[in-house]
């Protein structure tokens, strides 16, 4: 039997914020996967080690968890007024599967400095010191991102000083914006698709709860933590090794995204992990964060501990922390409620690596609520770059 020879792609590693990815550029792609179908699912899945029924990855460069088994395509805007379109790809883990529903809100962070590095910004806009305002188009989704990235020297800065949970070493600040950032595509029009601000959610074969269906970001459903039996403080033991519990959260997420008209059948959840999120929100209390940092009630507006891929997150995706700062800054949501209630621009919640502060510019108009913006900071860089190697006949 003969057997080909590997293919070399060029691509970077990179952090975004507490996730990791491959990025392409589109260009570099062998031809086949340079548009969407089976080839390209196939490359990302072996580029990454999946499907691998061990769940390590080993044979790849995902890190079995939901943050690092992640690919981003980059290639030339396809939309006047900015500089690159960004499609995202999430490989399952163990099964033969890339969700391309939604976006990652963290690797959305490394966008503007691969787009940099690679040329995609004219250098006539790149100052030899300062920021430069990056326009991202997130194919995903139809959506604006526009990326903040300091530059000194001409060049991304990419070491400084500024710290955020859930990454070990300090590095330089990024401020994303997220332009119009909710889905008003729903029944219930805006980025409620039920029209209601809390709903009653029935989850066959386990009960019915409060519940906020939101579309900014991401599709998320938040619940009461209490309505769970948790108290907001959950660290990912508590959660990914209770199988009953991970259970009982996909089934609220099925409800959910049937109930969000994001899938017509039950089944149909199976060939979109990625989303909806399922969150659960509590008031803010102490805990210990998965570092041993004590974090204080008095530090923070309320708790929250999000699912990726059907297991708890370490920290909080970038798209659920849109959903946050949007559900928070309404009043009568679940997520502001559990803050304290009434008009908020911004909250700091508690995640398990430790806290985040984000805002949302909210609005009421024509008797439905809509976001216009919403605001984080996140830092990111290249860990490594040159090529991947997939064997020949992966496609």
């Known amino acids: 039997m003969a057997f080909l020879p590997q293919l070399r792609i060029p691509a970077t590693y990179m952090r975004g914020g507490t996730s990791k990815g491959v990025f392409f550029r589109l260009q570099d792609l062998p031809e086949a996967a340079q ?3 089976p080839a390209r699912d ?13 769940g390590k990855q080993t044979d790849g460069m995902g890190g079995a968890t939901s943050s690092t088994s992640k690919c981003v ?7 006047p007024d900015h500089d690159v379109d960004y499609l995202y790809g999430q490989v399952s883990i163990d099964s033969a599967f890339v969700d391309w529903s939604g976006n990652c809100g963290n690797l959305s962070t490394a966008v503007g400095p691969f787009a940099i590095a690679n040329g995609f910004v004219p250098a006539a806009r790149i100052p030899r010191d300062g920021t430069v305002a990056v326009r991202v188009w997130q194919a995903n989704i139809g959506k604006t991102i526009i990326v903040h990235v300091p530059v000194r020297d001409g060049q991304v800065q990419e070491t400084g000083d500024f710290e955020l949970d859930g990454v070990t070493f300090p590095a330089a600040e990024i ?13 219930g029009g805006s980025m409620f698709p039920t029209g209601n601000l809390v709903d009653e959610l029935d989850v066959p074969g386990v009960g019915t709860f409060r519940a906020t269906l939101i579309t900014a970001g991401i599709p998320t459903v938040f619940v009461e933590a209490a309505a769970l039996g948790y108290d907001g403080t959950e660290l990912q033991p508590a959660i990914n090794e209770d199988k009953a519990a991970l259970v009982r959260l996909e089934a609220i997420r099925v ?4 109930r969000m008209g994001l899938i017509r059948t039950p089944e149909e959840a199976a060939t979109r992990q990625h989303t909806p999120k399922v969150a659960f929100v509590a008031p803010a209390r102490d805990y210990v964060a998965s570092s041993g940092k004590h974090i204080a009630a008095a530090d923070i507006d309320l708790n929250v501990r999000a699912l990726s891929m059907g297991k708890l997150h370490h920290a909080m995706m970038g798209t659920a922390s849109v959903a946050i700062a949007t559900a ?13 209630g009434g008009q908020r621009e911004a909250v ?3 995640h398990p690596s430790g806290t985040l502060r984000v805002g949302a510019a909210v609005a009421r108009v024509d008797g439905q609520w809509t976001v216009t913006k919403a605001v984080m900071s996140r830092s990111a860089r290249v860990l490594m770059e040159g090529a991947v ?6 496609f």
């Open 73 to 79: 395509i980059i290639a030339p805007a396809s939309v």
């Open 255 to 258: 409800a959910a995204a049937l």
């Open 348 to 350: 700091r919640f508690g």
């Open 328 to 340: 928070a800054a309404v009043p009568g949501t679940l997520v502001n409620l559990a803050a304290g």
């Open 389 to 394: 190697r997939v064997p020949g006949d992966t």
């Open 42 to 54: 196939a490359l990302l899945m072996r580029v990454i080690g999946s499907p691998d029924p061990y």
């Open 175 to 187: 401020v994303l914006e997220f332009i119009d950032p909710s889905d008003d595509e729903g029944e």
């Open 35 to 37: 548009v969407p179908g």
